[in-house]
């Protein structure tokens, strides 16, 4: 079964010196969250999020969820997994690299088999998919 | 330009079906969410999942290229609205893939008219990087339309 997700944005004025507000989701677990061009695209947050942070969040919510599915389907589900992700935004070429990092409590499991189900999950979990055309997505397990 | 970096993090404790998680927004500190499979596939229970956070992601990067090419044509928005939902679904023996992503886009812009207001969310589409990486298994569509008279938000 489908399964939509809904966010609603709201801009005003020019890019440079306007701002904008991730004003509700549909869960209603975000927002509203300001957003500025600024806070984007300069080293400086400012404590404000981005296309980019969310997009980070998303792919580690999702690789979580792909690699405890994983492990828990090999037979060794874990008790702990933590990933974060880093994406890279290079204004004007688009987002150029995706990095992964994650480590684990898995009783009964080696790292050599922790890293291949990490690998397994880097490949298959759906925001990975749709992310494929970033030019580089890098896995750090450990 | 200067490579601008951008992290979360998400620790998940338990299963993925019994299990749930904490995503962080590092980089900013705007959110602590919590999120579980059973929110993410059913109903969400106000708790947010991976294709919600796309869809934020989605309208925040698409706002800025509308807004941007609004500029460029020389009618600079005064406000716009951008909804985007994103549809998850089971496509076959591949899996869960994120299928679509609709951009439900409208606002007030003085000086620009329909076919303006739709030629700038055209080129917002193509312009847009978050646009052009999930067409990589999703469908993007877009429908953007002037708001009639003043600057009423809905």
Known sequence: MATERTADVTWNGSLLEGGGTIDRVGS????PLEVTWAD???E???GRTSPEELIAAAHAACFSMALSHG????GTPPSELKTSATVSFVPGTGITKVVLRVSGDVPGLDDAGFREAAEGAKVNCP???ALAGVPEIQLEVG | MPRIVREAEIAWEGTVSRGAGTV???SSGAFALPTTIASRVG??????????LLAAAHASCFVTSLGSELARAGTPPERLDVRCVITMDEVGELGHR???SEIHAHGTAPGCDQAGFAQAAEAADAGCPFSALIKASATVTVEAHLDEGGDDGD
Do not use: M, Y
């Open chain 1, 28 to 31: 209603g677990a975000i927002g």
């Open chain 1, 40 to 42: 984007r695209a300069e």
């Open chain 1, 44 to 46: 400086e947050t400012r």
């Open chain 1, 71 to 74: 492990l828990a389907e090999a």
């Open chain 1, 127 to 129: 925001v990975s998919k």
């Open chain 2, 24 to 26: 962080r927004a590092v």
């Open chain 2, 43 to 52: 109903d969400p229970e106000g708790k947010t999942s991976p294709e919600e």
């Open chain 2, 98 to 100: 994120i299928v679509s």
